[in-house]
């Protein structure tokens, strides 16, 4: 794939990769869903326009190597999470799951 050039102005640019590479660092690691519900309520104030503008930007930040993809497989399931590069693996998030039998206790 070709890199990815942003339409935006660089300041927004700017407003827009630090909110979002905070809440990563915060709350990380993430999926796409998780940061946008953490991203909507600043969407405006930061310059965001919608889920598929976030999406292009986390791509953008992929490139830049200020995030990036980590795959987390639990049983048949996998999530792809959104992580900065220097968040140690160990706190990847397990997916809920209706059928984990939990141990019982007497």
């Known amino acids: ?3 990815i050039k942003l339409k935006t102005p660089p ?4 407003t827009i990769t630090r909110v979002m590479f905070d809440i990563v660092r ?3 690691p993430l999926t796409v869903a998780e940061t946008w519900e953490r991203v909507k309520v600043l969407a405006g104030a930061s310059g965001l326009t919608g889920k598929s503008h976030m999406k ?3 791509r953008w930040m992929r490139e830049r190597q200020k ?4 795959c987390n497989h639990v049983d048949p ?3 792809i999470l959104y992580t900065t590069w220097f968040a140690k ?3 990847l998030k397990q997916p809920k799951s209706g059928n984990d039998p939990s141990p019982s206790q007497p």
């Open 26 to 28: 915060e709350d990380g």
């Open 77 to 79: 399931h996998k999530q």
């Open 1 to 3: 794939m070709k890199p």
């Open 56 to 58: 292009i930007v986390l």
């Open 11 to 14: 300041e927004q640019i700017q």
């Open 67 to 70: 995030l990036r993809l980590v």
């Open 89 to 91: 693996p160990n706190n």
